[in-house]
């Protein structure tokens, strides 16, 4: 099958992601290929179609995409968001391969998009892909945690989108909760989002609430 064909099946409305993934697992060349058209091809229904089977196929193995970690990389800088999204969430999903530690060297330039990326929508993107990264970072979860309780703090976004993002905030406190040193701390912003303006993050605070005991009358939320 020649290039031009495979980007004419990818760029189809309708493209079955389950079918393609199950196939770039099992062809390395097929692999490289939507590896390469993600990367350079300038047609978004080519580039996001390739990173809709990438991302599910390295949900699957991790370990086949690893070779890539450098060129997803650096999508996490790239002036378009929306490459920087597909960094952000391919990355994440490799982290659980990374057996040279690569994260650790690229994590304050990751972190850094939560309070101040250009898009609002990418740092939500950003932050929803922790709770990924959080499970297979355990001795980072002082610095990824921290980060996240000083959102009032660093955020550069509007008071309304700084609440939005506390929900997804919240989806990593879910992830680390049980086993964090600074419980405390996050009981305290769970507490606080109790009365959040956002009501997606006063529903999530109100489940955590819930899920974790931290009230002793729960009628009371």
């Known amino acids: 099958m020649g290039n031009q064909t495979i980007v004419e099946e990818i760029k189809c409305k309708n493209i079955d992601v389950e079918y393609f993934s199950k196939r770039i697992i099992k062809d390395e060349s097929l692999r490289n290929e939507l ?24 949900e699957i193995r991790a370990d086949l995409f690893y070779t890539y970690w450098h060129d997803f990389e650096l999508l996490l800088s790239h002036k378009n968001s929306y490459h920087r999204d597909i960094g952000a969430t391919i990355i994440a999903n490799l982290v659980c391969a990374d057996k040279n530690h ?6 304050d330039d990751y972190l850094m998009h939560i309070n101040n ?9 950003f932050v ?3 709770a990924k990264i959080a499970k297979s970072t355990k001795d980072l979860w002082p610095k990824i945690v921290g980060i996240l309780l000083a959102v009032d703090k ?12 506390k929900s997804s905030i919240l989806e990593v406190f879910d ?25 997606k993050t006063r529903k999530k605070a109100i ?15």
């Open 35 to 58: 590896v390469r058209q993600l990367l350079t091809n300038k047609d978004i229904m080519v580039y996001y179609h390739c990173f809709y089977v990438i991302s599910r196929a390295s």
């Open 102 to 107: 690569y994260f650790y060297n690229i994590i």
């Open 154 to 165: 660093n955020s550069s976004y509007p008071e309304k989108q700084r609440e939005l993002l």
């Open 207 to 221: 489940e955590l609430v819930k899920k974790y005991h931290l009230l002793k009358e729960e009628k009371e939320i």
């Open 175 to 199: 992830v680390v909760y049980e086993e964090c040193d600074l419980k405390n701390e996050i009981n305290s912003f769970i507490q606080a989002a109790l009365t959040s303006s956002s009501p």
């Open 128 to 130: 929803r892909n922790l």
């Open 117 to 125: 990326d250009e898009k609002f929508m990418t740092a939500q993107c």
